[in-house]
Nanobody, 123 residues
């Protein structure tokens, strides 16, 4: 599985962005998909995840109510809609695919990673 994240950019506080993660090489419909982010000098942290059916969603407390994860299995694509962005959301955002085993808020539960897309929120 190859994952390609896109959609990052520079936005003012309060603005919105939608990230996309397109998978190739193998369909992702059987995988849990997650978004993580990493700010300079910090560890990569969990943002959101979605099960293969879309029936299970989970968000980090810091983004709950502002971010929405979704997936389109027919397009092999996962999305992260980010609204009401804050300067503290500034980070490189990574999508990841995993089988669903392990602690899904930890990076170790995911087998495949995209290259990251930069999100910068100005105050």
């Amino acid at each position: 599985v190859q994952l390609q994240a896109s959609g990052g950019g520079l936005v003012q506080a309060g603005g919105s962005l939608r990230l996309s993660c397109a998978a190739s090489g193998r369909a992702i419909r059987s995988n849990f998909m997650g978004w993580f982010r990493q700010a300079p000098g910090k560890e990569r942290e969990f943002v959101a995840l979605i099960s293969w059916s879309g029936g299970r969603l989970q968000y980090a407390d810091s983004v709950k109510g502002r971010f929405t994860i979704s997936r389109d299995n027919a397009k092999n694509t996962v999305y992260l809609q980010m609204n009401s962005l804050k300067p503290e959301d500034t980070a490189a955002y990574y999508c990841a695919a995993g089988s669903g085993y392990g602690d899904l808020v930890r990076t170790g539960a995911y087998d495949y990673w995209g290259q990251g897309t930069q999100v910068t929120v100005s105050s």
